[in-house]
């Protein structure tokens, strides 16, 4: 079997393209058999018009030597002698124009058969490439239709981020939408279901943090033992997981989070305090009272209060702060080509 057969995989498609190749072959050729018929038409026309002419001169002849038959009766065997000669001088003429006209007609006929073949080629190779697009977009469709389906499939019976793909495959395939899915290989499939199963962990642990926002007790120097009575009847503790050291794991991440954004929030409260400039690292040099008095400001807001656990730590905060302040020196003047503001009327 041509390997070029069974490059094309679908039946169908198989059949569709030799249905259109031979529909546009007949076209070709029945378009070629109507310029042949064409063309022998004109031929025979000018062959008859040629003939009649001839028979035309040959009948002035005949009647010209009627005329001298009275004359010349003496001549007339020599006559007819000379008219059977120009016959035959005229058969071989006509003889050799003859094959001339069967060599050109050959030649044109051979012309005309390698044009149709260069035709046929074209039009295969147009209709190859129209049938190879549409066959793309055909798998294409169908691809995506698995995946739809396939996805469809895991989102009504997958709804455990723990399950393994081996044990979900069992379970799915015993639904009849498996089959839907089919022109989707073992790769693809285990692929889509990591995907949905990172899309439901991240669902779950979005709905966790979420109880843990909302449970007012949890503060950064909560322990997961307290935190664990007050949240473990609610339905988001257990949908996360069921393993207390998953859930005590991620307890711990939302709290290593809660002290990055506290941090941030702090040098937001430093940057905010109008009292502390490019001078106050020199000023707490000299007088180790300023920081106290740069504290003492600062204890008003929430964000300096959340730090009260890590006293040490806060004020090293500040330090590096007032020593970036410092390396920086002060701030640039307003520039010259500022526009001046003018007051409006």
Not at 305 to 331: C, Q
Request: neutral net charge; aromatic residues 6%.
């Amino acid at each position: 079997m041509d390997p070029r057969y069974k490059a094309v995989e679908s039946s169908s498609a198989r059949e569709d393209w030799f249905r259109e190749y031979v529909k546009a072959l007949k076209e070709e050729r029945k378009r070629e058999k109507e310029r042949d018929r064409e063309k022998r038409d004109k031929d025979k026309r000018e062959s008859k018009d040629k003939g009649d002419k001839e028979r035309d001169r040959e009948k002035e002849r005949e009647r010209e030597r009627e005329k001298e038959k009275e004359k010349e009766r003496e001549k007339e065997k020599e006559k007819e002698g000379d008219v059977n000669d120009v016959s035959e001088d005229e058969n071989v003429n006509n003889s050799d124009d003859e094959r001339e006209k069967e060599q050109k007609d050959k030649e044109k006929q051979a012309r005309m058969e390698a044009s149709l073949r260069e035709r046929e080629k074209e039009v295969q190779r147009t209709l190859a490439t129209h049938l190879r697009d549409r066959d793309k977009e055909r798998e294409q469709h169908k691809h995506d239709e698995a995946v739809q389906h396939f996805n469809a499939l895991l989102a009504d019976l997958v709804r455990n981020a723990e399950l393994a793909w081996r044990e979900a495959k069992r379970q799915l395939r015993k639904d009849h939408r498996w089959e839907l899915a089919e022109l989707l290989d073992r790769e693809e499939k285990e692929k889509l279901f990591n995907q949905h199963i990172e899309q439901l962990a991240k669902k779950k642990k979005e709905k966790f943090r979420e109880l843990l926002d909302e449970t007012g007790e949890v503060t950064l120097t909560s322990s997961w033992k307290e935190i664990k009575k007050l949240v473990k009847d609610d339905p988001r503790y257990s949908k996360f997981s069921s393993s207390d050291r998953k859930c005590e794991r991620e307890f711990k991440e939302y709290i290593k989070d809660k002290l990055v954004a506290a941090k941030a929030d702090f040098r937001e409260l430093l940057q905010e305090t109008k009292l502390i400039n490019h001078k106050s690292l020199k000023l707490v040099q000299e007088n180790e009272q300023h920081i106290r008095e740069i504290e003492e400001i600062l204890k008003k807001d929430r964000r300096y209060l959340v730090l009260d656990y890590m006293p040490d730590e806060r004020t090293k905060l500040i330090v590096t702060y007032l020593e970036d302040l410092d390396k920086r020196g002060p701030p640039p003047p307003p520039t010259a080509s500022e526009p001046t503001r003018r007051p409006t009327k």
